[in-house]
């Protein structure tokens, strides 16, 4: 049973786990929009509000814990152009829209993931 425990391991060891779910952020912070399957979202968003959460108290500090997580284009990225947007927003700053279709090979459920406006 997995009580308390938090994440999904995609299969993955720690090191490749931090690097995917990085550059699934990234690729999120730079389209806006992407389209993964239901586990890949549902973390991503789980991170990713946090994140936009730490970056809406504009301070140093959090910019520096954004740039140690999710380097340096990324962390700008969140912390100048897309916490702004959201500084009245309580939470809630992703949307996860399930997509009829399912993926070829292994029949995933794909969702899209993208900002709220």
């Given at each position: 049973m997995r009580h308390l425990a938090k994440g999904r391991k995609f299969h993955r060891k720690r090191n490749q786990r931090?690097?995917?779910?990085?550059?699934?952020?990234?690729?999120?912070?730079?389209?806006?929009?992407?389209?993964?399957?239901?586990?890949?979202?549902?973390e991503i968003k789980r991170l990713m509000e946090k994140s936009i959460t730490l970056a809406k108290k504009k301070n140093l500090a959090s910019l520096k814990l954004l740039i140690s997580r999710f380097g340096k284009k990324s962390a700008f990225e969140i912390f100048y152009k897309i916490s702004p947007k959201f500084q009245r927003r309580p939470g809630g700053y992703l949307r996860i829209i399930r997509s009829p279709r399912l993926r070829k090979r292994d029949a995933a459920k794909m969702v899209i993931i993208e900002f709220l406006e």
């Open positions: 931090k690097a995917f779910v990085k550059g699934l952020i990234s690729n999120l912070v730079f389209h806006k929009k992407i389209e993964t399957t239901e586990a890949r979202a549902k």
